[in-house]
């Protein structure tokens, strides 16, 4: 599959050759970072521990990084 777990990372998303786009490495403990290669862009989520695992908070961090990448691709 061309997503999936990589050294240390998630592979979210990746290119035609199958090289990771971006990488994220949800916590545990509600702080979700990712990287967007393409955009040279990172970002971090920071969550209520108790909430993380929700997939609510998944959602939220999804739509997020949506939003930075609609203002990236704008400039």
Do not use: K
């Not at 050759?17 to 949800?26: H, M, P, R, Y």
């Not at 403990?29 to 955009?39: A, I, K, T």
Request: proline fraction near 4%.
């Amino acid at each position: 599959a061309p997503h999936g777990y990589a050294l240390g990372a998630w592979r979210d998303d990746v290119d035609a050759l199958g090289q990771a786009t971006q990488l994220s490495s949800a916590g545990a403990s509600g702080f979700y970072p990712w990287v967007d290669l393409e955009r040279d862009v990172v970002g971090i989520v920071v969550l209520p521990a108790r909430d993380a695992s929700d997939t609510y908070w998944y959602g939220v961090t999804l739509r997020i990084q949506a939003e930075v990448r609609r203002i990236v691709d704008r400039r």
